[in-house]
């Protein structure tokens, strides 16, 4: 049934002899060992799993790893590290943008995709980019200040 | 001096409590647990700040019954009061230890020396001597005595100030949960779930189950408990799917739609208790009742539960992300007939539970799997569908509110009658016990009728006490105990509806004399801190400029006093409402005494307010004969982003008295908030939650 085949994740090529049906999200914690993704319903319905796929923030938790073949897959470990944070991450850090933090992976993945295509966004623009995910601990209002935060500082970084 | 409090009177060896190791920090035990609150940074702050350390020099042992204090469970905003407590009482008499040591090295009086970052200084100059350096000669398997003085609170400098959270950087860079645990050659894990207590396995294929796992699975059956267990989790997990299709049981719980309403709930059989001032007979006809519902509740974590277990040579170790590692051995080692002395329980951060959801069930999971494949770690993981479908919920509620009124209008005589269902059913607590229990062989006997006394807290009664100046106050209980499904604690556990029930009625007596509600509450409270957070959150939100409302916006407001001992908190809601609710605006008020961390403070505040409007507009448990029906976040939404209001909370300098509980504070104002906004907005009170857009049309209707 398998078949070896190439998945690209934050910039690094995996060769995977796997079925074509394992769910990107189980390749990524259980074949990559890269934690960062999160299983929350295997619905698509929570946000919790997101990655970017290609630039997209989309859910890796039914998504079929066959289908990805020569797409580029990113991951919360892209987009920094304790040592070296994100701009993003620095600024949910620094406005404390996060209760249990469950959520935050996926979170910070549909912020990095807003951000990318529009790096002056309005709290409107955030909230309709944000909207697919859930957080239940109420961190709202802090992660979208946190977004808003970390997208002036981009602004300010390429300026 | 104050006594001993229960956690230092539990455990009163200072070593379970404070250790000096050899990286040059300090270990700080505590029995409470991080589940996203900030609780662990706060009690770093509190041990650092006795010690005269830097917050970096403390790393925090949390929930480990090996080596660690117990206390219970993490739950019902007691952390800061009682872990915290015992905490600052075991540092100050451990730097007071440390401090007579150095000072005997030394030869010179302890009055001489002072402590900076750990460091003995002699008038003012530094020493050769530290903590470490004295270590070996303190005796810390001796008993704490309480009687070193801790620090006054004007000396404080890093307990009142906004330490970022500990766990966060982990949390923001895709590590931190127990989920990513990996033990060598661990092996997942999936369950098949018991449809109800007296259900039995009739009939399971398993070889369709194992065609659809796709790789290789073991099918571990333990009386009417079946699990998935393997190496590649997409095949256990699809397995567990597989058997849920296909599994043919006898004696199957039936639920029915009508019995998740508060109305059946309040219909069945109860066992009654009165608590508070005697009934007399209202004299003549000057009063005033109002009745509120709410529906059942999922606690919703968006981390499904996950639980690790290893068994070996007799000893089973568990690795959880539950409220409390030391009843959670307790409970697992009498399920499993092991000696307690042989299950050790570690605490992993998981998600958020906001109170007694699928974690320690899981955990029991995990051990009954454990011991059936000796020395072959388990990794055990509830699916969502398992979550909504077999945590414990919170109960749906009937709340009455009566008040006899004085010449002047003001309540004279309350009662607040309650029929509810347990909130109070965790493990070990009223004959409670974990779900994988009830499928074995010989299960336990039946629960009791049990929910948590008031003089603990309450459980569906917490906060059915006003805080006004009334003559007699009483609480009348209806305890329903034949409820279809688990009933257990959720964040504010009967606060939420109570809170929401007194201050709607409230509104309403201030209404009849043509009264403001907040001038009608000042004239009937004399508690100065409740009046001060009251008038504080009616400034913030502008209530003098509050119009007469009726035109689709409102202002509502809501006070409480959580469990009537801890914080207090007054919430102003701006509502608008065109056929559904929108809050808007929310401004909120705390007094929660001493402050350990302000912005911790603020964000258990805001998160606590958000998860309350969800209550109040969104949220309903449904069920349907073949059990819970809201499985999946379509069928049990929760507030999104779209729906966030602007949220303003500010605290009140209160520095003099004692730190008080904050987490559940602002839920039941919350609630109480939304609810009087909205019946300003309409002219017509919504008695029922959630407020949602069908409940709106319907009371338009009709009104």
């Known amino acids: ?159 | 001096m104050a006594g001993l409090s229960n956690s230092l009177k539990d455990n009163p060896r200072l070593d379970r409590w404070l250790k000096f190791c050899d990286d040059r920090t300090v270990r700080v035990g505590t029995g409470k647990v991080e589940l996203g609150q900030g609780v662990l940074t706060a009690l770093a702050q509190i041990a650092a700040e006795e010690l005269d350390l830097r917050i970096d020099q403390i790393s925090m042992m949390s929930g480990n019954t090996a080596e660690g204090p117990g206390e219970g469970y993490t739950a019902s905003s007691w952390s800061i009061e009682h872990s915290g407590g015992a905490i600052r009482l075991v540092a100050a008499e451990v730097r007071e230890l440390a401090l007579k040591q150095a000072a005997l090295r030394l030869n010179a009086s302890p009055d001489e020396l002072s402590v900076v970052e750990g460091v003995f200084l002699r008038n003012g100059t530094p020493t050769d001597f530290d903590y470490w350096a004295v270590a070996g000669d303190l005796d810390l398997a001796a008993e704490a005595t309480g009687t070193v003085l801790p620090k006054s609170s004007n000396t404080y400098r890093l307990v009142g100030t906004s330490v970022p959270r500990l766990d966060l950087p982990a949390k923001l860079t895709g590590s931190g949960f127990i989920h990513d645990m990996v033990l060598p050659d661990m092996l997942h894990a999936r369950t098949l779930r018991q449809p109800g207590r007296g259900a039995t396995l009739a009939a399971l294929d398993e070889a369709f189950v194992r065609r659809k796992a796709g790789a290789d699975i073991s099918i571990i059956r333990i009386d009417n408990f079946v699990a998935f267990v393997g190496a590649d989790e997409t095949a256990v997990r699809a397995a567990a799917v597989a058997a849920a299709d296909c599994a043919v049981w006898s004696d199957a719980r039936i639920l029915h739609p009508e019995q998740a309403t508060a109305k059946w709930v309040a219909a069945q059989p109860s066992h009654d208790r009165l608590i508070g001032a005697p009934v007399e007979e209202p004299a003549g006809a000057h009063g005033a009742s109002l009745t509120f519902t709410r529906p059942f509740l999922s606690h919703g974590s968006i981390a499904p539960s996950c639980a690790l277990a290893v068994y070996r040579d007799g000893a089973l170790t568990v690795w959880s992300h539950a409220q409390g590692m030391h009843p959670l051995r307790d409970n697992i080692a009498k399920t499993l007939g092991l000696p307690p002395e042989n299950v050790t329980c570690h605490h992993v951060q998981g998600g958020g539970c906001y109170g007694h959801n699928g974690a320690d069930d899981a955990a029991l999971d995990a051990a009954l799997l454990a011991r059936a494949l000796p020395n072959q770690p388990i990794r055990l993981m509830w699916r969502r569908e398992e979550e909504f479908g077999y945590e414990p919920l919170s109960s749906a509620m009937t709340v009455t509110v009566h008040a006899a009124l004085d010449a002047g209008g003001r309540p004279r005589d309350w009662t607040t009658e309650i029929w509810s269902a347990a909130h109070g059913q965790r493990p070990g607590v009223g004959g409670a016990y974990l779900l994988a229990a009830d499928a074995m062989k010989e299960q336990p006997p039946e629960r009791k009728p049990f929910d948590i006394p008031l003089e603990r807290g309450g459980g569906a009664d917490r906060n059915g006490i006003p805080l006004y100046d009334i003559d007699a106050k009483r609480i009348s209980y209806h305890l329903i105990h034949d409820v279809p499904v688990r009933t257990s604690s959720l964040r504010g556990l009967g606060a939420t509806l109570n809170v929401f029930a007194i201050e709607a009625l409230m509104d309403e007596l201030a209404a009849r004399e043509g009264e403001d509600p907040v001038s009608y509450r000042l004239s009937t409270l004399s508690d100065p801190r409740a009046r001060r957070t009251l008038e504080k959150a009616a400034a913030m939100a502008g209530w003098s400029l509050r119009d007469a409302g009726g035109a689709g916006r409102g202002l509502g407001i809501g006070l409480a006093r959580y469990k009537n001992s801890s914080a207090y908190a007054a919430v102003v809601a701006a509502v608008e409402v065109d056929e559904a609710v929108r809050v808007t605006d929310i401004w909120c008020a705390v007094d929660a005494g001493l402050v350990i961390n302000p912005d911790g403070i603020v964000s258990q505040v805001e998160g606590n307010i958000v998860q309350a409007i969800s209550w109040t507009l969104i949220e309903e448990v449904g069920f349907d004969p073949q059990g819970i029906s809201t499985l999946d976040w379509q069928s049990y939404p929760v507030i999104r982003f779209s729906d966030i209001p602007e949220i303003h909370v500010e605290l009140i300098e209160a520095d003099q008295h004692e730190a008080l509980g904050v987490g559940e504070c602002a839920g039941g104002p919350t609630a109480a908030a939304i609810g009087n906004a909205v019946a300003h907005a309409l002219g017509i009170r919504i008695c029922d939650m959630p407020m949602t857009r069908e409940r709106i049309m319907a009371a338009a209707l009709n009104a």
């Open chain 1, 1 to 159: 049934m398998s078949q070896p085949f190439t998945l690209t994740v934050n910039g690094r090529d995996h060769s995977l002899d796997i079925p074509a049906t394992t769910p990107l999200l189980d390749v990524l914690r259980n074949h990559l060992g890269l934690k960062g993704s999160r299983y929350g319903c295997g619905l698509e319905q929570c946000g919790a799993c997101m990655v970017l796929i290609d630039g997209n923030a989309e859910y890796s938790c039914s998504r079929e790893v066959g289908t990805l073949a020569g797409r580029c897959v990113t991951t919360v470990e892209g987009l920094g590290s304790p040592e070296a944070l994100h701009p993003l991450q620095r600024a949910f850090l620094e406005e404390q943008a996060g209760q249990c933090g469950y959520c935050l992976s996926g979170i910070l993945v549909s912020a990095k995709a807003l951000l990318d295509r529009n790096p002056n966004p309005t709290r409107a623009d955030v909230i309709a980019a944000l909207d697919a995910n859930l957080c239940r601990c109420g961190s709202h209002p802090r992660i979208l200040r946190a977004v808003l935060k970390a997208a002036a500082t981009l602004r300010q970084e390429v300026a």
